[in-house]
């Protein structure tokens, strides 16, 4: 069964640390998507990455930045978290409009 | 840059009763459109989606959606809702050129009544 899989299902930071969270597609997909997910804010794009080493803004990108050194792996990195990233996110692969999501990484910020 | 809609944040329908969810979306040409379920604690299942073709597209679990290019609109119905169809319900769509991602709407919450 095709999977992407977030590391952790469940995370708690301090307020100012750097978080990292990862995400790995056993898809061979070129495109990869973090959305974060709020209530009554649906789901929206942080960034996304079409290829290997290439990362695009999505709609909220303030506060985060991504990395993609391999092709299987996409990791959303907070630099300094702030509570307001307290939040559900949600990684994403796709090809041909395939879209293949995780099941989430809960991060709280205290 | 495209945008979708859809107006009611909740619907509560009566079990057994017939479901209509509205999605209206913002984009120049036909795009791509995807209607996605979430359970509580659980991930996103996509429920149908609309590429070309004919335009009523049949998905899992006895969902239906329409696709009406002159409303830009793709509905979802089903004609019998269950208890289990109890969850947030989400509107999708891809702008076609497939590496930009889906942009989605902002939800609606299906309450189910007894």
């Known amino acids: 069964d095709v999977k992407v899989t977030q590391s952790s299902r469940y995370l708690v930071k301090r307020t100012g640390e750097k978080v990292f969270l990862e995400c790995v597609q056993d898809m061979d997909h070129e495109n990869m998507f973090w959305y974060r997910q709020d209530p009554g804010l649906g789901l929206r794009l942080i960034y996304f990455s079409y290829d290997v080493k290439m990362k695009e803004k999505g709609d909220i990108p303030e506060g985060y930045s991504v990395s993609r050194e391999k092709k299987e792996r996409f990791s959303l990195i907070l630099e300094s978290a702030s509570t307001n990233q307290t939040s559900m996110y949600l990684c994403?692969?796709?090809?041909?409009?395939?879209?293949?999501f995780g099941s989430g990484t809960r991060l709280t910020v205290v | 840059a495209q945008s979708v809609t859809q107006p009611d944040i909740h619907i509560t329908v009566s079990e057994g009763a017939s479901l209509e969810l509205r999605c209206n979306y913002s984009y120049g040409a036909t795009p791509y459109l995807f209607w996605y379920v979430q359970s509580p604690g659980q991930g996103l299942q996509l429920l149908l989606k609309y590429f070309s073709g004919d335009t009523l597209v049949q998905g899992i679990k006895g969902f239906e959606a329409e696709f009406k290019r002159s409303q830009s609109s793709f509905n979802l119905r089903k004609p019998s809702v269950h208890w289990s169809d109890a969850a947030e319900y989400f509107c999708?769509?891809?702008?076609?050129?497939?590496?930009?991602?889906?942009?989605f709407g902002k939800g609606t919450h299906l309450i189910i009544q007894p």
């Open positions: 994403a692969s796709s090809r041909n409009h395939g879209y293949t």
């Open positions: 999708a769509v891809d702008s076609g050129g497939g590496a930009d991602g889906l942009t």
